[in-house]
DNA sequence: TGCAGAGTCTTGACTCGTTCAAGAAAAGTG
DNA sequence: CACTTTTCTTGAACGAGTCAAGACTCTGCA
């Protein structure tokens, strides 16, 4: 994936190119599940003004436009991602709070049909999946 | 369930029996889903001068011993039920952000199953579909 | 019933991720 | 290149949730 791609990606989805956006959309692509002030940081290595606001704004761009996904586990803050479209899950380390990416275990749009759905009209399912990630299964931390 | 069911409720895991507590139990009880501001005001209604941060550490603690369960949908704050240890799941409405339960589609412990935990230990799958609720399908407010 | 000690609650201040607002700057258009 | 619209910068504000210290309650035991 490079400069160019992000650029593309940018048009595909009919939004402006601004450096900015680009810069963000860097940073998360090579720093999957970082939150949001690593973003920042990552973001500011290849643009060093950007401020923290237009970071925010990038991303509820990005994410509308689907380039980017959010997820926030419980207890933690908001994470960001460019694996959009192919329905993966989380494991969240309750320990550590590291996050892994799971393939959905059903199949491709699986976990979609809810056995009574209460008239919602569903488009989405989001699996998290929680547990102890391997180093903190070897070395619970204070407990 | 009454006042003397969830006066048992603490004792069986072995937790104080304080007015605050059962205020909190009977107020998440009574309003599922509910957030925690609500759940102040209903237990305010029970035990008028419970303060907020009495409301909050109860909160905590039963959701510790298990009584209670807190989700956090994203971009919502954190909400309660007192619905435990059926691995049940929520549909979330993406416009008015209504909240209903759904019983697990494939069984009773069943989506705990990822296809490569990548090594974590899992002892949990937590669902949430999104969607559109039944009154935000025939009227979507601001788009 | 009364006492001691651990555990809880009240009060009030504070943190920090996120959002709001107004003006300046940059991207796309002809 | 000038123009319009969108986006970015700066700086302040918001608010759910947390921290801390002291007062108060609950429980077990004499």
């Given at each position: 994936m490079t400069a160019p791609d992000f650029q593309?990606?940018?048009?595909?989805?009919?939004?402006?190119v601004t450096r900015p956006r680009l810069a963000v959309l860097e940073a998360v692509h090579a720093h999957p599940h970082a939150d949001t002030e690593s973003i920042i940081?990552?973001?500011?290595?290849?643009?060093?003004?950007?401020?923290?606001?237009?970071?925010?704004?990038?991303?509820?761009?990005?994410?509308?436009?689907?380039?980017?996904r959010s997820i926030?586990?419980?207890?933690?803050?908001?994470?960001?991602?460019?694996?959009?479209?192919?329905?993966?899950?989380?494991?969240?380390c309750r320990s550590c709070g590291s996050i892994a990416d799971v393939d959905c275990a059903?199949?491709?749009?699986?976990?979609?049909?809810a056995s009574d759905s209460h008239g919602f009209v569903i488009d989405e399912a989001e699996v998290i999946y929680w547990g102890l990630c391997p180093e903190c299964t070897s070395a619970p931390s204070r407990s």
């Open positions: 593309q990606q940018l048009r595909d989805v009919e939004l402006r940081s990552a973001a500011r290595s290849l643009l060093p003004e950007v401020s923290h606001q237009a970071v925010y704004d990038s991303l509820h761009t990005l994410t509308h436009a689907g380039l980017v926030k586990p419980a207890g933690s803050v908001a994470r960001y991602e460019t694996r959009t479209g192919d329905n993966h899950h989380h494991v969240v059903v199949g491709d749009v699986p976990c979609l049909t």
